[in-house]
Nanobody, 119 residues
Framework: QVQLVESGGALVQSGGSLRLSCAAS????????MGWYRQAPGKQRELVAR????????NYADSVKGRFAISTDNAWNSAYLQMNSLKPEDTVVYYC????????????WGQGTRVTVSS
């Protein structure tokens, strides 16, 4: 099992920055990816950014490329999402995600943290 707890969501002005954190606990040694997703009311949850443990490679949604950056600490205890040049359309709940392989693949989610960008 893996537990994920997000923090860092806040109200920020357009053009501002925020850093989201995700603290992971439990069977973190077998985590292979961590990611950030977001979900607006009435819409599907969408990938924002993902990082791969095997080589540190990342991928991003087109809408956040060049503005957001995902990272982890060396032990993969925590994942971060640095968000710069925030826009009102970034206003949504952000969820931390972890993918763990232990014979089969397990997917874990945090409870979400809300980001509000005022215009």
């Amino acid at each position: 099992q893996v537990q994920l707890v997000e923090s860092g969501g806040a109200l920020v002005q357009s053009g501002g920055s925020l850093r989201l954190s995700c603290a992971a606990s439990g069977s973190i040694a077998s985590i292979i990816t961590m990611g950030w997703y977001r979900q607006a009311p009435g819409k599907q949850r969408e990938l924002v950014a993902r990082i791969y443990r095997r080589d540190g490679s990342t991928n991003y949604a087109d809408s956040v490329k060049g503005r957001f950056a995902i990272s982890t600490d060396n032990a993969w205890n925590s994942a971060y999402l640095q968000m710069n040049s925030l826009k009102p359309e970034d206003t949504v709940v952000y969820y931390c995600n972890a993918e763990r392989v232990a014979g089969v693949t397990y997917i874990y989610w945090g409870q979400g943290t809300r980001v509000t960008v005022s215009s």
